[in-house]
């Protein structure tokens, strides 16, 4: 039986099984200051998540000029993206809700230089975007993006329309990537009286249908602030009444078993958690799973401090708890994803979002998202303007990509307990999951340790007793280079990792540990641990 989340039952886990050990006890012990002892609860898992639990999304205002949208055919993109999956794929953000589906609109001729340079192909075995038009683009991209932050920084957003092709860029990508497309629809198209106007979605319905694509939907993003944005006012019940009305819209279509998610708020603060309430208690019924979105910080004034403060990552909890605890009181049972987060909104913190020191947040915060029973949690932004992103403007991957990739092969749905004996906790931070069996190397009953040491010390961790003589591989994540915590490139284990072409990823190699070794992970890194037959039966 798995442990749904109810008030009091989190903290208790949260600070694992066994009472604080003060550290007169520890030195009883004899232990040295930088070694510690680790607690597990392997009985039963705590919380059951997504096979595509670490998704990621694609920001709606690549759409905003549909040329950078061939982007999306580079096969170097989608090698990158198919290493993630399983996963969704989000298609939203601020201009979910200033998108209009034009049928009758061309394509760009950039859009229509990649479809015809895949005539007689398979459209899943593409041939390089034409070099001419790549060229073109990459130089153009960064004007593009700054124009994107602007319009982001002054909230001040304009309608663009979308055609067919651009619906086909983004649902090959996703197809051919092994990704499953969540797509926004706009919600501030409003009748006289602010109904929820459903002709446009109609339209993109119909044309999905003729298609036969396979698609999951959202209706909006962050309705909370659609008076700032807009100057249009929903409150939470008529935001149901809309989902009840898209819902009906899809029963009458071949979407009929489509899932419909939402509905995409921010922050849990004052009036969006009422906000969430009321649409709960009207159009609950009607979604899939619960979404909203999180943040830690301002991408304008954070500091590489704030990144590496524990104290910092903490508040993800109660943001998470707040969820939870409206969620229990109106749809209870009611599955809540994070459907869209990252370390630093507004584009994320230059310098820092795209850095090996961005790692700790999202690390913990996959950590946290699981042992709270957040299903699913969808990274903002795999490709895109701004500096959070996993693949960079010239489709490298950032040290959060590579993260995320070892992340997908060494951990797997169950959910166990981990915890640090003794004072001083949060700056070491451990998880536990049962290990992937997709993984080639590793077998039902192995486990999967995953940890960050923000101390500036080496800490060495030492496995509970009846695990202590079993072999371990290690998978240790420190920057590479000389810019060390702010480095765009990262080793594995002392190798550097990088793509072995454009269309092939490297292996991530573990390094075995004589059984009976401590597991030492040094300051300000990160790293996984897979403890070989541990044979736990939660895991089989």
């Known amino acids: 039986m798995l442990l749904r989340w109810r008030p009091g039952l989190l903290l208790l886990l949260l600070l694992g099984q066994l009472g604080l050990l003060c550290r007169g006890a520890l030195a009883a012990q004899g232990l040295a200051e930088d070694t510690v002892e680790l607690d597990f609860f392997t009985k039963r898992p705590v919380h059951l998540v997504s096979p595509a639990f670490l998704s990621f999304t694609i920001d709606a205002n690549l759409v905003t000029d549909p040329r950078f949208l061939t982007f999306l055919g580079s096969p170097k993109l989608r090698t990158l993206a198919r290493g993630l999956s399983p996963a969704y794929l989000r298609f939203g953000g601020t201009k979910t809700d200033f998108l209009i589906f034009d049928p009758e609109k061309e394509p760009t001729f ?138 009906k819209l899809l029963g009458k279509s071949t979407f009929k078993n489509a899932k419909l998610y939402g509905p995409d708020i921010g922050q849990p603060r004052g009036k969006t958690v009422k906000m969430l309430r009321s649409f709960l208690k009207a159009g609950g019924e009607v979604i899939d799973s619960v979404t909203w979105h999180h943040y830690y910080l301002n991408g304008r004034i954070a500091t590489k401090e704030d990144f590496l403060n524990p104290d910092v990552l903490d508040t993800f909890i109660l943001s998470a708890q707040k969820i939870f605890q409206v969620v229990e009181e109106t749809r209870p049972g009611k599955k809540v994803w994070l459907g869209e987060t990252s370390s630093a909104y507004g584009g994320g913190a230059p310098l820092l979002s795209n850095t090996f020191a961005a790692g700790f947040m999202w690390l913990d915060k996959l950590g946290l998202s699981a042992r709270m029973g957040i299903e699913v949690v969808m990274r903002q932004v795999f490709f895109g303007a701004g500096n959070y992103h996993l693949v960079d403007e010239n489709f490298n991957p950032l040290p959060d990509y590579w993260l995320s990739l070892l992340f997908k092969k060494l951990v797997g749905t169950n959910v166990l307990m981990a915890s640090v004996k003794g004072p001083d906790r949060n700056k070491l931070r451990v998880y536990l999951h049962c290990t992937n069996i997709n993984h080639p190397r590793y077998k039902e009953g192995d486990l999967t340790l995953y940890a960050l040491n923000l101390h500036n010390v080496t800490m060495s961790l030492q496995l509970p007793y009846h695990l202590f003589d079993k072999q371990v591989d290690k998978y240790l994540v420190k920057p590479s280079g000389p810019d060390g915590l702010l480095s765009k490139s990262v080793q594995l284990n002392g190798q550097i990792l990088k793509m072995v072409d454009d269309e092939t990823l490297p292996a991530l190699m573990e390094k075995p540990l004589r059984p009976g070794s401590s597991l030492g992970l040094p300051a300000f890194s990160y790293g996984f641990f897979v403890i070989r037959n541990a044979k736990v039966a939660a895991c089989i």
């Open 110 to 247: 950039e859009e229509r230089s990649f479809w015809q340079s895949q005539v007689n192909q398979d459209i899943c075995k593409s041939r390089s975007i034409p070099s001419d038009v790549e060229k073109r683009l990459r130089l153009e991209w960064p004007f593009q993006e700054q124009l994107l932050l602007r319009e982001q920084y002054q909230k001040k957003f304009k309608n663009s329309t979308y055609s067919r092709s651009s619906v086909d860029m983004l649902y090959t990508f996703a197809n051919c990537s092994g990704l499953d497309l969540i797509f926004g629809l706009n919600a501030l198209l409003r009748t006289a009286d602010l109904h929820w106007n459903n002709s446009n979605a109609q339209l993109l319905l119909d044309y999905c249908s003729s298609k036969s694509y396979n698609i999951s939907w959202e209706l909006g993003n962050e309705p909370n602030s659609f008076l700032k944005k807009s100057g249009i006012y929903i409150d939470g019940f008529q935001l149901g009444e809309d989902f009840i009305e898209l819902h």
